[in-house]
């Protein structure tokens, strides 16, 4: 039985021990200054750290929309969605959301965290089978864990594995549903949906698919790789973020009236949470409005993402050979991702060391997060800085 004081000298030990590991973290002071630019530690620096794939955070017409509701509406929304919070703002963003990603309506929760982890354990449960990638995000693995279904793991990207777990057990569950991410976040690889939507096809289980570090950056108006893969509908649920692309915060789920009114009535994570203001929700439909029109700074995305990767293979690093705005630089332990990252800082540049618990131990990198507005000069400075 250990006492508070206890408690707490386990706790401080297990902080020692992280710390030794090159495993500590902490919140640093920061000013985003722009897409590029930012005060970091009293420090002005070039950074590679940003979500915010397509500069929309920084769009004119986006702040003046925000600015403007803001005024009308004031801050908060004061309740959940189904008590005050469905402003006027709130149905304009599921209208929005439900036209560019072509299906009946959507349900807009406070983060992307919360979309997941309502809608997964929303739908699933005891009866049920989920196979789940071993590079999901942590929401996902989450959701999985309350959902109480039967989970098994796949290796990432592995269809073969994930064909052979359908073919074994999908006939002892009531429900299969298959879950990934389609832009995985740290590695910046792309799901295999074609053959992902074909199991699903072949075994009627039900794909979930996070397209947090699609939308808005992939497919034709940026409506993600479900889309641009073409699958069948009907075997999907989409879910996404307002919080990376589109330079707003919260997150969604796209779909059938049946699915958005089902999640009404069971998603916890919406129910029971104050909804998003007015002002926020303004903001994420002009900037999806305005989205679906940047086909040329997709195309310059990737043409950066294509240079970068190319260049840091010639200077001998090694990185993932896709062409999203997530650029890995993989090293081999923790130590040298802190040592890398603060080596780079004394160049005025930030890139993030990420390290365990959000990679497995062989995967750390510097994450490396492209957007539109950063240049080819931009790109060799921290090439240079290498």
Known sequence: MLTPKDLWQALSEDLSCRESKGLFRSPLESQALGPTRILRGGKQLLHFSSNDYLGMAWHPQ??????????????????????LGASAPYFRLVRTLAQWHGCESAVVFPSGYAA??????????PEDLILSDALNHACLIDACRLSKATVKIYPHRDVEALGSLLASGR?????????????????????????????????????????AHAGGVIGKHGTGVLDQAQVDRSHWIKTGTLSKAIGCVGGYVTGSNILCQTLHH??????????????????ASRSIEIIQHMDLQRHSLVELSSYLRRELEQAGYRTASDTTPIVPIYVRDPHEAIDLS???????????????????????LLRVSLNATHTIDDCQKLLEAL
């Open 171 to 211: 006939n002892q569950f009531r429900m299969a549903f298959v879950i990934t991410d389609t832009v995985f976040s740290m590695d910046g690889d792309i799901a295999p949906i074609e053959q992902i939507d074909s199991l699903c096809r072949e075994f009627d289980a039900i794909g979930i698919a996070d397209e």
């Open 266 to 283: 069971r998603a916890r994570s919406f129910i029971y949470s104050t909804a998003l203001p007015p002002a926020l929700l303004a903001a």
């Open 342 to 364: 603060a080596r780079l800082l004394k160049e005025g540049i930030y890139v993030p060391a990420i390290r365990p618990p959000t990679v497995p131990p062989e995967g750390c």
């Open 116 to 125: 997941n982890l309502g809608t997964i354990t929303a739908l699933a449960g």
């Open 62 to 83: 986006v702040r003046e929309e925000y600015q403007e509701i803001a005024s009308q509406n004031g801050v908060g929304s004061g309740a959940s969605p189904l008590i």
